[in-house]
């Protein structure tokens, strides 16, 4: 069984919601261990309206905290800003950490849901849940610690230097769309490749005629000009917030010179 495969059972048998964050390019050059997109992303329909909310600043923030923690070695139950509980469990490879399993996405009891979000949390049940959470992640976490040893048996990653182009670039598209509302940059996606970000930045001019940062507009851009026709209630600077951009002048300027229309013109128009 692949491990997404795995994950996805686990969370329709225990009800609890699952992610890795990924900080080891492994997880990029094998495919078994390759996960469905949103397996990368805290998912519940409360934390993808948390992410909207803000353009993913505080859920963003919150976890390079917890990442900063797992780095020590050591699992631990914690609380996110806005009141959801998880299990955070490192994962081992090659003497450091190659990614951090979540497993929870619960509010308390007495727990209540920011303005923003309508909908319902999945609720605590019974008094054994930090012990079903931890159960849950750490075999989770034992799995894939198994599977990432037998990889390193296969002599997987000795093979990562043979990769072609082409494994980067979809790789570098992939990053832009899981990570476009976060501050990231070249260097990010170069150290969870494993490569040099001078060379990945020559095979992205290479073979998409852009570099890293136009395609990162770009895909901003895209997501804006969505939200300016969908999202009529939306501020100017509510959408660039949410797409990305840290200054909503920055955003215009960079609409304006893309589209040759305003945000405001544009909604207009539409």
Same mark, same amino acid.
């Given at each position: 069984?692949?491990?997404?495969?795995?994950?996805?059972?686990?969370?329709?048998?225990?009800?609890?919601?699952? +992610?890795?964050?990924?900080?080891?390019?492994?997880?990029?050059?094998?495919?078994?261990?390759?996960?469905?997109?949103?397996?990368?992303?805290?998912?519940?329909?409360?934390?993808?309206?948390?992410?909207?909310?803000?353009?993913?600043?505080?859920?963003?923030?919150?976890?390079?905290? +917890?990442?900063?923690?797992?780095?020590?070695?050591?699992?631990?139950?914690?609380?996110?800003?806005?009141?959801?509980? !998880?299990?955070?469990?490192?994962?081992?490879? !090659?003497?450091?950490?190659?990614?951090?399993?979540?497993?929870?996405?619960? /509010?308390?009891?007495?727990?209540?849901?920011?303005?923003?979000?309508?909908?319902?949390?999945?609720?605590?049940?019974?008094?054994?849940?930090?012990? !079903?959470?931890?159960?849950?992640?750490?075999?989770?976490?034992?799995?894939?610690?198994?599977?990432?040893?037998?990889?390193?048996?296969?002599?997987?990653?000795?093979?990562?230097?043979?990769?072609? !182009?082409?494994?980067?670039?979809?790789?570098?598209? /992939?990053?832009?769309?899981?990570?476009?509302?976060?501050?990231?940059?070249?260097?990010?996606? /170069?150290?969870?490749?494993?490569?040099?970000?001078?060379?990945?930045?020559?095979?992205?001019?290479?073979?998409?005629?852009?570099?890293?940062?136009?395609?990162?507009?770009?895909?901003?851009?895209?997501?804006?000009?969505?939200?300016?026709?969908?999202?009529?209630?939306?501020?100017?600077?509510?959408?660039?917030?949410?797409?990305?951009?840290?200054? +909503?002048?920055?955003? +215009?300027?960079?609409?304006?010179?893309?589209?040759?229309?305003?945000?405001?013109?544009?909604?207009?128009?539409?």
């Amino acid at each position: 069984m692949l491990f997404r495969d795995l994950m996805h059972l686990m969370e329709k048998e225990k009800k609890f919601a699952v +992610s890795l964050d990924v900080c080891h390019p492994v997880f990029l050059h094998c495919g078994e261990l390759k996960l469905a997109p949103d397996q990368y992303l805290h998912h519940i329909p409360f934390c993808r309206a948390a992410k909207q909310h803000d353009g993913n600043r505080i859920c963003s923030g919150n976890k390079k905290r +917890s990442r900063i923690i797992a780095g020590h070695g050591h699992c631990f139950c914690g609380k996110c800003p806005f009141g959801i509980l !998880e299990f955070a469990a490192p994962i081992r490879f !090659e003497n450091r950490t190659a990614a951090v399993l979540y497993v929870g996405g619960l /509010a308390e009891q007495d727990w209540a849901a920011p303005d923003f979000f309508h909908g319902e949390a999945p609720r605590l049940a019974g008094k054994n849940w930090r012990a !079903e959470l931890r159960e849950c992640a750490l075999f989770l976490r034992q799995t894939l610690e198994m599977e990432l040893r037998a990889i390193a048996l296969r002599g997987g990653m000795n093979k990562v230097k043979r990769r072609d !182009e082409n494994f980067y670039v979809q790789n570098c598209l /992939a990053f832009i769309n899981d990570h476009y509302q976060e501050n990231i940059a070249l260097a990010d996606l /170069a150290d969870l490749l494993g490569v040099n970000p001078n060379y990945l930045g020559g095979v992205l001019r290479k073979n998409l005629h852009s570099t890293f940062r136009e395609q990162l507009t770009r895909k901003r851009l895209e997501e804006a000009e969505i939200l300016l026709r969908l999202h009529p209630g939306l501020s100017i600077g509510e959408i660039a917030f949410k797409c990305g951009f840290g200054d +909503s002048n920055y955003f +215009s300027a960079q609409f304006h010179r893309k589209r040759g229309l305003t945000p405001t013109a544009f909604r207009k128009k539409r």
